[in-house]
């Protein structure tokens, strides 16, 4: 349920100017998702929402453009460092190549770390497709990738 909200928030957001939490809260309750305004706070934040200047003084809610940490615990960290051959992105997907077999651990982890410019990941043998949110996110978590594994 927090997940289905938190992905329409996104959508709306991204398809129309959302200037306040009661408009957001409005477009969630005509798409038939009941919510409060407090829960709707609380998704704002853990979606790392900002509001970003539309011009005449007015505001308009979007996703922040704060660089993509990958936080692994240290044995996971050591984990992928070693079984991740490489990484290169294309738009908002990166293709992570990875020693045979390890493919499906890699995207469960990456799927864990609840970054919201994740969409989701698709696990091959050796190789896991990683869907952004769009470009930035997708050239961001490449590169934080990249660096751990060197």
């Known amino acids: 349920m927090k997940n ?18 009661e408009q957001l809260l409005a477009k969630l309750h005509e798409q038939g998702i009941e919510s409060t305004q407090a829960t709707i706070s609380r998704d704002i934040k853990q979606l ?3 509001k ?8 308009r809610y979007a996703v922040s ?3 993509i ?9 050591v984990i992928l460092r070693e079984s991740i051959l490489s990484a290169d992105r294309a738009q908002n997907l990166v293709v992570v190549k990875m020693m045979p077999g390890l493919g499906p651990a890699a995207g ?15 696990s091959g043998d050796d190789t896991v497709l990683v869907v952004l949110r769009d470009e930035q996110s997708a050239a961001e978590f490449c590169t934080e990738l990249t660096a751990m594994i060197k």
């Open 108 to 122: 469960s982890a990456f799927d864990g770390m609840e970054i919201p410019a994740i969409v989701g990941t698709v």
């Open 4 to 21: 289905n909200r938190q992905e329409k928030i996104l959508a709306i957001i991204e398809a129309e100017p959302i200037e306040t939490q």
């Open 69 to 77: 940490k990958l936080n692994f615990a240290g044995r996971l960290q």
């Open 52 to 59: 970003e200047p539309v011009g005449g003084g007015r505001y």
């Open 48 to 50: 790392h929402l900002i």
């Open 65 to 67: 453009a704060q660089k």
